[in-house]
């Protein structure tokens, strides 16, 4: 049977733990709403942004020319490139370690092909860069700020590697942000780029050759697409590591009470054997 | 026929104007184009350069870089790489990368990129400084 001050130490350490498993939520309550509020100020960019591209590749399905823009046309997939965006910091569940077993099973699954990972995140670059995977890139701290700068020397470098035939296809994986309580692993292909065709385009007066325009619009409908998927990413991990704190902090309460009243059962237990002593001894001496 | 359009100004970290404006100046890649309401649909990359409107009487400024702009009827949708306010920005900063601008120009280090970057780079300062009303 544990002693009075082992339990009451035990309790006090439990009650430490849940003071910062607290704190934890509610630093992790303001960091999504942060996140959420970005996600929304982003919204309408990269939807009139994705009109326009769906325009355009509306007007490219018109012409056989046009199709033919490198950044539409898929080829045959030797080499893969993997982005993974995992989180920096721990304590969010199982929000890294779904990412990580999902992105085993896409190497596995395209065991066939070369697959190369860049790799956001600390989580996913520590476990992977101990497993020898093909790293061509890690960027740690890029999801604390998620801002559109930050993503666009990525975007950049898989465009060029893209462009210079190194790679066939580039793949993203991550988690969605769907509700407070769940995330949604999203695998989705970048490049070559997959638009749905507006179902009534607008004719637009222009001077400028459609094909200049798809060649900026597509590297942009990319790096926006890597932008979204960070955002989505941090909001989910902030959502994720609510939701764990907040059941840490529910668990340590029932902890502390089943301890507080085994502490009771216990000093109750020693206050009637005292008596008994007292008792008996008074007895002895009659 | 409508006596105002909605202005849309967005970059990809945030949504800067959403209003019923009359009329708006914009910096298109090939020179400023005025957008009335009831405007033919039209396409074009976005310049450098300071984009104003008229909000009911208001005059509103930003300084813009970049990007597309969407002219249709009854809206306009700008996607700028990077737009500010007037009253965001940040004079001094602007005044100071315009000198150094100005300062690579002179001396040009070498080949034709970094030309063309100290040439950008002045554009997009002078929008900044005109935007804020102190070019």
């Given at each position: 049977?544990?002693?009075?001050?082992?339990?009451?130490?035990?309790?006090?350490?439990?009650?430490?733990?849940?003071?910062?498993?607290?704190?934890?939520?509610?630093?992790?309550?303001?960091?999504?709403?942060?996140?959420?509020?970005?996600?929304?100020?982003?919204?309408p960019?990269?939807?009139?942004?994705?009109?326009?591209?769906?325009?355009?590749?509306?007007a490219?399905?018109?012409?056989?020319?046009?199709?033919?823009?490198?950044?539409?046309?898929r080829?045959?997939?030797?080499?893969?490139?993997?982005?993974?965006?995992?989180?920096?910091?721990?304590?969010?569940?199982a929000?890294?370690?779904?990412?990580?077993?999902?992105?085993?099973?896409?190497?596995?699954?395209h065991?066939?092909?070369?697959?190369?990972?860049?790799?956001?995140?600390?989580?996913?670059?520590?476990?992977?860069?101990?497993?020898?995977?093909?790293?061509?890139?890690?960027?740690?701290?890029?999801?604390?700020?998620?801002?559109?700068?930050?993503?666009?020397?990525?975007?950049?470098?898989?465009?060029?590697?893209?462009?210079a035939?190194?790679?066939?296809?580039v793949?993203?994986?991550?988690?969605?942000?769907k509700?407070?309580?769940?995330?949604?692993?999203?695998?989705?292909?970048?490049?070559?780029?997959?638009?749905?065709?507006?179902?009534?385009?607008?004719?637009y007066?222009?001077?400028?050759?459609?094909?200049?325009?798809?060649d900026?619009?597509?590297?942009?409908?990319?790096?926006?697409?890597?932008?979204?998927?960070?955002?989505?990413?941090?909001?989910?991990?902030?959502?994720?590591?609510?939701?764990?704190?907040?059941?840490?902090?529910?668990?340590?309460?029932?902890l502390?009470?089943?301890?507080?009243?085994?502490?009771?059962?216990?000093?109750?237990?020693?206050?009637?054997?005292?008596?008994?002593?007292?008792?008996?001894?008074?007895?002895?001496?009659? | 026929?409508?006596d105002?359009f909605?202005?849309?100004?967005?970059?990809?970290?945030?949504l800067?104007?959403?209003?019923?404006?009359?009329?708006?100046?914009?910096?298109?890649?090939?020179?400023?184009?005025?957008?009335l309401?009831?405007?033919?649909?039209?396409?074009?990359?976005?310049?450098?350069?300071?984009?104003?409107?008229?909000?009911?009487?208001?005059?509103?400024?930003?300084?813009?870089?970049?990007?597309?702009?969407?002219?249709?009827?009854?809206?306009?949708?700008?996607?700028?790489?990077?737009?500010?306010?007037?009253?965001?920005?940040?004079?001094?900063?602007?005044?100071?990368?315009?000198?150094?601008?100005?300062?690579r120009?002179k001396?040009?280090?070498?080949?034709?990129?970094?030309?063309?970057?100290a040439?950008?780079?002045?554009?997009?300062?002078?929008?900044?400084?005109?935007?804020?009303?102190?070019?």
């Amino acid at each position: 049977m544990p002693s009075l001050i082992d339990l009451r130490r035990r309790i006090r350490s439990v009650r430490n733990t849940q003071q910062i498993t607290r704190a934890m939520k509610m630093v992790s309550t303001a960091r999504l709403r942060r996140a959420q509020d970005r996600v929304l100020q982003a919204r309408p960019y990269a939807r009139s942004l994705r009109e326009l591209a769906e325009n355009a590749a509306a007007a490219a399905s018109a012409s056989e020319r046009l199709a033919r823009h490198p950044l539409l046309v898929r080829r045959p997939e030797e080499r893969i490139q993997l982005i993974l965006i995992t989180s920096d910091r721990g304590l969010a569940g199982a929000f890294n370690a779904n990412l990580i077993k999902a992105a085993q099973a896409f190497l596995q699954e395209h065991s066939g092909a070369r697959v190369e990972m860049e790799l956001i995140g600390r989580k996913g670059r520590d476990f992977f860069r101990k497993r020898g995977a093909a790293i061509t890139g890690e960027h740690i701290g890029l999801a604390n700020r998620a801002r559109y700068d930050d993503i666009v020397p990525l975007a950049d470098k898989m465009l060029r590697r893209y462009a210079a035939k190194e790679i066939d296809a580039v793949y993203l994986l991550y988690n969605e942000f769907k509700s407070m309580l769940a995330q949604r692993l999203e695998v989705r292909r970048v490049l070559p780029i997959e638009l749905r065709e507006a179902a009534s385009p607008v004719e637009y007066i222009t001077e400028r050759p459609p094909e200049e325009l798809l060649d900026t619009l597509l590297p942009q409908y990319v790096k926006i697409t890597l932008h979204h998927a960070l955002l989505e990413s941090t909001a989910a991990e902030h959502a994720a590591r609510m939701t764990a704190m907040d059941a840490a902090t529910t668990n340590a309460e029932e902890l502390i009470d089943k301890l507080t009243l085994h502490l009771n059962r216990v000093r109750q237990a020693s206050i009637t054997r005292e008596i008994i002593e007292v008792v008996s001894g008074a007895t002895g001496l009659e | 026929m409508a006596d105002s359009f909605e202005l849309e100004i967005a970059t990809p970290d945030r949504l800067l104007v959403k209003e019923r404006v009359r009329e708006a100046q914009i910096p298109a890649a090939k020179g400023y184009i005025g957008v009335l309401p009831e405007h033919s649909p039209f396409l074009e990359l976005l310049g450098i350069g300071e984009l104003t409107y008229d909000a009911g009487g208001r005059r509103a400024s930003l300084a813009v870089a970049g990007g597309f702009v969407e002219v249709l009827p009854d809206r306009v949708r700008v996607l700028a790489e990077r737009a500010e306010r007037a009253e965001e920005i940040d004079v001094e900063r602007a005044r100071r990368a315009l000198e150094r601008a100005e300062e690579r120009l002179k001396n040009p280090l070498e080949g034709k990129v970094d030309i063309a970057r100290a040439l950008n780079a002045m554009r997009r300062a002078e929008a900044r400084l005109q935007a804020s009303g102190r070019g």
